[in-house]
């Protein structure tokens, strides 16, 4: 790339390890003002500061590691099916505390008959205990009615802190809870959140070495792609 008396290598730098580090459009903006404009390819525009596929260039260069992180977790009663458990992983990032839930659920599709299968997503503490008081209010038909909708309210504000320490933290925690559960199967969905998607999937890609993939639409997602890594435990 050529630079510019504006627009160094030094700001690029920085630029690229906010992308890196999932910051927001408007944090990106704050920070270099009006240096943004004088980009050398222009990549910016008023609306957007990274592309996607520029995104995609970005994420492919990261390696996920996962390294070791203290968390506790908890058994807790599955809202969707009676006498069934989730699991609840708590962790610390940068003094933010994150839930990570792994949800009990059975799979009957083209690739599934009867399978359970753990649905995995992320959030902060804070979002999560919106998301528990909304449930609480709703029957097991409606929750089951509003699956993508719940998804995507537990999904939202998670942008914080440093990105790459996050997902490596989640890969370590996945990994050993891979080894908790029989037969461990986890499933990632599409979210609204297409490139914290792309960090779920790259993430697990990078830490698990021993691993059927196995791409699917589930009946809990209906009109989402959904993946399935189905960890050989040898």
């Given amino acids: 790339m050529e630079f510019n008396d504006k627009w160094t290598k030094e700001v690029n730098d920085k630029y690229r390890q ?3 580090e999932h910051k927001s459009p408007d944090e990106i903006r704050e920070y270099f003002g009006d240096l943004i404009h004088y980009h050398p390819k222009k990549k910016f525009s008023a609306g957007s500061v990274l592309s996607y596929g520029r995104f995609q ?8 590691y996962p390294n070791y992180i ?4 908890n058994y807790i009663d599955s809202a969707r099916f009676k006498d069934k458990q989730d699991i609840i992983c708590y962790f610390k990032i940068n003094d933010v505390k994150y839930i ?3 949800e009990y659920l059975i799979e009957n ?5 009867d399978q359970v299968v753990y649905n995995v997503f992320f959030t ?15 029957s097991s038909e409606e929750i089951q009615n509003r699956f993508s909708e719940l998804q995507d309210i537990v999904e939202k504000e998670t942008n914080y802190g440093d990105i790459i320490k996050i997902f490596n933290a989640l890969s370590y925690i996945l990994t050993k809870m891979s080894g908790r559960i029989k037969n461990c199967i986890y499933m990632i969905s599409e979210t609204e959140d297409k490139k914290k998607f792309d960090f779920y ?12 993939l196995i791409i699917d639409e589930s009946i809990f997602l209906p009109g989402k792609k959904s993946y ?3 960890m050989n435990q040898n």
């Fill in 18 to 20: 906010m992308i890196k």
């Fill in 228 to 230: 399935y890594f189905k």
């Fill in 109 to 113: 599709n083209k690739s599934f008959n």
């Fill in 124 to 138: 902060t503490e804070k979002q999560y205990d919106i998301f528990k008081k909304i449930i609480s209010n709703l």
């Fill in 100 to 102: 990570l839930l792994l």
């Fill in 57 to 64: 260039a970005i994420l492919n260069e990261i390696k996920f």
């Fill in 201 to 212: 999937i790259k993430s697990i890609e990078d830490s698990f070495n021993n691993y059927e």
């Fill in 70 to 73: 203290y968390f506790e977790f």
